[in-house]
């Protein structure tokens, strides 16, 4: 039971560059998040997704975009990076109902640098 | 609207002597308060979460948290420190999980163990 998977690890992009992050949970659970984390300012969302098929805006998604067409995939797109989205970029998951619901489950991260 | 004003940006203590991590909190609800702890280049891990069964929440690792509605805190607490807990701790408060079950972290305190 991987849990939540998030590829790639690293990647640095030039400015004006695309990128898809992929994240991918085998926990079969409904929610799903995106978050960036920058030193000193905790973690903020990005995007989430609850449900297949439905993404929402979270408190900072400019400059991004989400796709969710599978239920255990969440993608997070930029479509022209700019140095300002060097960031740690992390995906999480969570159970609609259950013990756990409310529990948000995280991946590794993924560190991006754009030059 | 939620928020969590963690009160430490850095904590440092010696092995063996107590932890104390201090967070308040507003919410216009009843909140769900968690604490997540993050190791250097990992991921985010639950140390415990409070969702009002009791006031006393008890996690792993010998970490525990009070809920004090009348001060708005839920302080995290540990009796003796390991070198292992040297971390980033994060206060986070949920949203509603009919709401999408956003969490809004607090900035972050590092906590520091001597030996």
């Known amino acids: 039971n991987a849990g939540v998977t998030q590829t790639p690890k690293f990647r640095v992009l030039k400015t004006g560059q695309s990128m898809t992050l992929l994240c991918a949970q085998d926990?079969?659970?409904?929610?799903m998040y995106w978050y960036r984390q920058d030193p000193g300012m905790g973690l903020r969302l990005i995007h989430y997704?609850?449900?297949?098929?439905?993404?929402a805006k979270g408190e900072v998604p400019d400059g991004y975009n989400v796709s969710r067409l599978k239920k255990q995939n969440f993608l997070l797109g930029l479509e022209s990076a700019a140095p300002s989205q060097t960031s740690v970029y992390f995906c999480?998951?969570?159970?609609?109902?259950?013990?756990?619901?409310?529990?948000?489950?995280f991946g590794a991260g993924t560190r991006l640098s754009v030059l | 609207a939620q928020s969590v004003t963690q009160l430490d940006s850095h904590v440092s203590v010696s092995e063996g002597t107590p932890v104390l991590l201090r967070c308040n909190y507003s919410?216009?609800?009843?909140?769900?308060l968690f604490w997540y702890v993050q190791h250097p280049n990992k991921g985010l891990q639950l140390l415990l979460k409070?969702?009002?069964?009791?006031?006393l929440v008890k996690g792993i690792n010998g970490f525990e948290a009070e809920f004090k509605k009348s001060e708005t805190s839920f302080h995290l607490t540990k009796p003796s420190a390991h070198m292992s807990d040297a971390a980033e701790y994060f206060c986070?408060?949920?949203?509603?999980?009919?709401?999408?079950?956003?969490?809004?972290f607090g900035q972050g305190t590092e906590l520091s163990v001597k030996p």
């Open positions: 919410s216009s609800y009843s909140p769900s």
């Open positions: 409070y969702t009002s069964a009791a006031t």
């Open positions: 986070v408060v949920s949203a509603p999980y009919n709401q999408g079950g956003k969490l809004i």
């Open positions: 926990m079969n659970h409904e929610y």
């Open positions: 997704s609850v449900g297949e098929g439905t993404t």
């Open positions: 999480a998951s969570s159970p609609l109902a259950g013990l756990a619901k409310n529990i948000q489950y």
